[in-house]
């Protein structure tokens, strides 16, 4: 059973920084795609970060370039997004998706409040 879980969601002051973790499990190969998504009150999900291997080119969103990383795990199914320098309206719940051709799964979240 596939299962998509996050973690290190919490509530930092601005200019603060927070590192978020997400293992996929349940599949018996390297997925082809991890991504962190976002959802703030009112707004759409939006794409935060993507990366395929662990050296390809990655993208950003560009409200978060510069102060977002991303990185995955060389084998297994682990994602990770180093957040610096966090400000108010990056407040959202955090999602991490994995897919490929033909899966696409999605975690329930994890929430991320900057507010002084």
């Known amino acids: 059973q596939v299962q998509v879980v996050e973690s290190g969601g919490g509530l930092v002051q601005p200019g603060e920084s927070l590192r978020l973790a997400c293992v996929a499990s349940g599949f018996r190969f390297r997925t082809v795609s991890m991504s962190w998504y976002r959802q703030a009150p009112g707004k759409e999900r939006e794409l935060v970060a993507s990366m395929t291997e662990p050296d390809a080119p990655t993208t950003y969103a560009d409200s978060v370039k510069g102060r977002f990383t991303i990185s995955r795990h060389n084998t297994e199914n682990r994602v990770y997004l180093q957040m610096n320098s966090l400000k108010p309206e990056d407040t959202a719940v955090y999602y991490c998706?994995?897919?490929?051709?033909?899966?696409?799964?999605w975690g329930k979240g994890t929430q991320v409040i900057v507010s002084s």
């Open positions: 998706n994995t897919r490929g051709g033909w899966y696409d799964y």
